[in-house]
Nanobody
Framework: EVQLVESGGGLVEDGGSLRLSCAAS????????IGWFRQAPGKEREGVLC?????????YYADSVKGRFTISSDNAKNAVYLQMNSLKPEDTAVYYC?????????????????WGQGTQVTVSS
């Protein structure tokens, strides 16, 4: 069974940091690009960052996170991480990780095959 499980969300103050984790199982991790998306209430799901297969290359989809968020992977653990620094209230959203079996990073959430359940990130002002 394919599973993506996010963790690490929570409540943090403006300017704080969080590290989200995405644990994958049930598929060949190296064959998938993994993306992080977020969705705030009343807004569409937005691509944040993506990392290519085997940890090759990263792609930013949200200009607002450049210089603050980074993505990394640990293929030995089948895990992808989203390090979020200098958090702002506008970063408040449910954050999801997703896997794209076509192996490329894409900003359109509809191109991803598998999704986690999401983890809430709330940044207080």
């Amino acid at each position: 069974e394919v599973q993506l499980v996010e963790s690490g969300g929570g409540l943090v103050e403006d300017g704080g940091s969080l590290r989200l984790s995405c644990a994958a199982s049930g598929f060949t991790f190296d064959d998938y690009a993994i993306g992080w998306f977020r969705q705030a209430p009343g807004k569409e799901r937005e691509g944040v960052l993506c990392i290519g297969t085997s940890g090759d290359g990263t792609t930013y989809y949200a200009d607002s996170v450049k210089g603050r968020f980074t993505i990394s992977s640990d293929n030995a653990k089948n895990a992808v991480y989203l390090q979020m620094n200098s958090l702002k209230p506008e970063d408040t959203a449910v954050y999801y990780c997703a896997a794209n079996g076509a192996k490329y990073c894409a900003g359109d959430y509809r191109e991803y095959d598998y999704w986690g359940q999401g983890t809430q990130v709330t940044v207080s002002s």
